[in-house]
């Protein structure tokens, strides 16, 4: 059974840091890319960053380049996400979430139930 579970989050003032982490289980999660996406209030779902198999190549959305750094430990089967220079519209609910394609190329997603990150003085 699949399970990501996120920690990490919680209240913090513009201008901190937070390191987000999801733990991973129930499958190989080293042979798939993962991604941290994040949902703020009464907005849609948006991309922030994702990290590839092995974790030599990253990609990050414009809104978080050059304050965010995402990493993965395959032998933790845990993914990161450093979060520094925060900003109020960083606040947020962030999730981990990876795709596998099975049989007829249906594409399953999966997800965590997310971690909260507030940012406010």
Not at 22 to 42: E, H, I, K, L
Request: proline share 3%; charged share 15%; hydrophobic share 35%.
């Amino acid at each position: 059974q699949v399970q990501l579970l996120e920690s990490g989050g919680g209240l913090v003032q513009p201008g901190g840091s937070l390191r987000l982490s999801c733990a991973a289980s129930g499958f190989t999660f080293s042979s798939y890319a993962m991604s941290w996406v994040r949902q703020a209030p009464g907005k849609g779902p948006e991309w922030v960053s994702a990290i590839n198999t092995g974790g030599g190549s990253t990609y990050y959305a414009d809104s978080v380049k050059g304050r965010f750094t995402i990493a993965r430990d395959n032998a933790k089967n845990t993914l990161y996400l450093q979060m520094n220079s925060l900003k109020p519209e960083d606040t947020a609910l962030y999730y981990c979430n990876f795709r596998k394609i099975g049989s007829l190329n249906i594409v399953y997603e999966y997800w965590g139930q997310g971690t909260r990150v507030t940012v406010s003085s």
